[in-house]
C-alpha cells in the first residue's frame, strides 16, 4: 500500500503537489539596488513560494506571478537613479495569486532565485534585471586641465579601486550599526578624486554607488579598462571586539595555482594575460609555463605594493599585521594586474569604527594610501606611461632636497610636491621622481 501512495504522488504534476503544501505567503518587503548596467529586487517573504516571469514589449515590461502570495504593504516605487525600471505595479488575480509588473524604460533581460533563510534574513526572491547591452562602469572623471596634461603619446597609469560588498552585501556591522559597505565606498570615493588629482594617474572606480558586483565581475572590469594597480577596500571584523589595526593582503601561492587551472580550461581567454600571445596553438605544459611567470611577477609586484601602502599607512595608527600578508581572495587573481586588499581597520572594534566613520580620518587614510601607490609607481613606472618617462633619483648619503632642486634645474616645492615630501628628510636608498618641465 505504501508503495502505490508513492507511484501516485510520483505521478502527479509539480503544480497540484504545490496547491496542496503551500500555504499564503506573505511579500513583506521589496528592496531594490540600482547599479549602472543591472537593478537587483529583493522581495522579503514569509516561505518559499512558487513562482513565474516573463516579459511583454509594447511597453517593456516583466511579469512576476507569486502563486497564493498578497502584500503586506505596498510596493517601493524606483528612484530617478534607476535606468532601467520606471515603475512597479501589483495586482491580486483569480485564486489569490498575486502579479507584480515592472513596467521598463527598455526592453531588458532577467533571472530570478530563491534564496533560503540565513542569519539575518528570511526566504528571499531576488530578481535581476539586466540591461542587454551591458555599459561601462562609472568611471572618476579623466583631467583635462591642459596644465596637467601628460606629455604628447605617454599615458596615465590606471588605478582600479574597489570598495568592497555593496547592495544586498552589506559586509560586516560595526558596533554603533554602521556597515562595511558604506564606509569603504566613502574612503574609495575620497581615493578616486586624490587620483583624480595626481599627475599621470587615473582612477576607475568599480563600485560608485550602493549596489551588488561579483567578485569576478570585479576583476573583469579593472581588466576591461586595462587598469595598472588594483585596490580592493574593506574593513574587517572579528567577535573580540578588542581586536583592531589595519592589514594589507597580496594573492598566495595556493590562490595563484587554483587561477591558472581556470585560465588553462579556459585558454582562448588567456592570451591577454601574456602579452596578447595567441594559446590557441600552444602545448599546455608552455601555456602553464608562461600563465606561472606571469602570476609569479604579478604576486611580487602585489607584495612590494603591498609594501609601500602599509609603510604610508603606519602613521596612522595600530597596525593588524605589520607585513604583507597572503591569501587566497578571489578579487586578487588577476595574473596579469598587481592587486591588493587593505582591511583599513576592524570595525567590530568601536574605536577602529569611529575613526571608519571619522571624515577627517577617511581622508587621511586616502592620502595614505595614495602615496603608497605613487610611491610604487616611481619606482615600478609600467612601460610608456608618465612615470616612466620622468627621471629618477636614488638617494645618496649627503643628498639633500636643495642640492637636488640645483642639480636637476627645478624648483623646490615641485620636488616637494610630485613625491609627496612635507619636510626635508630624505632617505639612504629612497628613490625620488625629479619633475619635467612646469609640473607641480
Known amino acids: 500500500m505504501k508503495k502505490l501512495i508513492a507511484a501516485v504522488l510520483f505521478l502527479l504534476p509539480f503544480s497540484s503537489l504545490g496547491e496542496t503544501v503551500q500555504e499564503t505567503v506573505l511579500v513583506q518587503g521589496v528592496r531594490m539596488w540600482p547599479a549602472p548596467d543591472h537593478t537587483r529586487l529583493v522581495f522579503d517573504v514569509s516561505g518559499p513560494t512558487q513562482y513565474r516571469l516573463f516579459d511583454l514589449e509594447h511597453p517593456p515590461r516583466i511579469v512576476i506571478d507569486l502563486k497564493k502570495t498578497r502584500l503586506r504593504k505596498p510596493l517601493v516605487q524606483p528612484g530617478a537613479q534607476d535606468k532601467l525600471i520606471r515603475r512597479i505595479r501589483s495586482g491580486v488575480r483569480k485564486g489569490g495569486d498575486l502579479r507584480v509588473v515592472l ?21 528571499r526572491l531576488v530578481i535581476d534585471v539586466q540591461q542587454l547591452m551591458p555599459s561601462r562602469p ?13 606629455r604628447k603619446g605617454v599615458r596615465d597609469v590606471v588605478i582600479a579601486i574597489d570598495a568592497g560588498h555593496g547592495g544586498e552585501d552589506p559586509g560586516a556591522r560595526g558596533y554603533s550599526g554602521v556597515y562595511e559597505k558604506d564606509v569603504v565606498l566613502a574612503i574609495a570615493r575620497r581615493l578616486a578624486r586624490l587620483v583624480e588629482q595626481e599627475r599621470g594617474m587615473r582612477p576607475v572606480l568599480i563600485r560608485d554607488g550602493d549596489y551588488f558586483v561579483s567578485l569576478r565581475e570585479r576583476t573583469r572590469l579593472a581588466r576591461r579598462h586595462k587598469a ?28 595563484a595555482s587554483d587561477e591558472a587551472a581556470r585560465w588553462l580550461a579556459e585558454k582562448e581567454n588567456a592570451s591577454d594575460l601574456i602579452g596578447g600571445v595567441s594559446l590557441d596553438d600552444k602545448d599546455e605544459m608552455l601555456v602553464q609555463v608562461l600563465l606561472d611567470l606571469s602570476q609569479t611577477a604579478t604576486i611580487e609586484s602585489s607584495l612590494a605594493a603591498g609594501g609601500e601602502l602599509l609603510r604610508h599607512m603606519r602613521p596612522l595608527g595600530k597596525l593588524h599585521k605589520k607585513s604583507v600578508q597572503q591569501a587566497r581572495f578571489v578579487v586578487l587573481k588577476s595574473p596579469d594586474i598587481p592587486s591588493v586588499l587593505v582591511e583599513t581597520a576592524f570595525i567590530s572594534n568601536p574605536s577602529d569604527e569611529r575613526n571608519l566613520r571619522n571624515p577627517r580620518y577617511q581622508q587621511a587614510l586616502a592620502r595614505a594610501l595614495l602615496k603608497g601607490i605613487r610611491s610604487y609607481f616611481t619606482k615600478n613606472p609600467p612601460p610608456g606611461t608618465y612615470y616612466a618617462a620622468t627621471r629618477r633619483h636614488v638617494i645618496a648619503r649627503g643628498d639633500t632636497l636643495s642640492q637636488l632642486a640645483a642639480q636637476y634645474h627645478v624648483s623646490l616645492a615641485a620636488l616637494r610636491a610630485v613625491n609627496g615630501i612635507e619636510g626635508d628628510k630624505l632617505r639612504v636608498g629612497q628613490v625620488i621622481r625629479i619633475p619635467v618641465e612646469n609640473e607641480g
Do not use: C, Q
Open 228 to 255: 595598472d594597480f588594483y585596490i580592493s577596500i574593506h574593513a574587517d571584523a572579528f567577535h573580540d571586539r578588542r581586536v583592531r589595526g589595519m592589514s594589507v593582503y597580496a594573492l598566495s601561492s595556493n590562490g
Open 103 to 123: 513596467d521598463l524604460h527598455d526592453k531588458a533581460s532577467y533571472k530570478s532565485f530563491l534564496l533560503k533563510p540565513n542569519a539575518k534574513y528570511g526566504y
Open 138 to 150: 562609472l568611471v572618476a572623471r579623466k583631467v583635462t586641465d591642459p596644465a596637467r596634461a601628460g
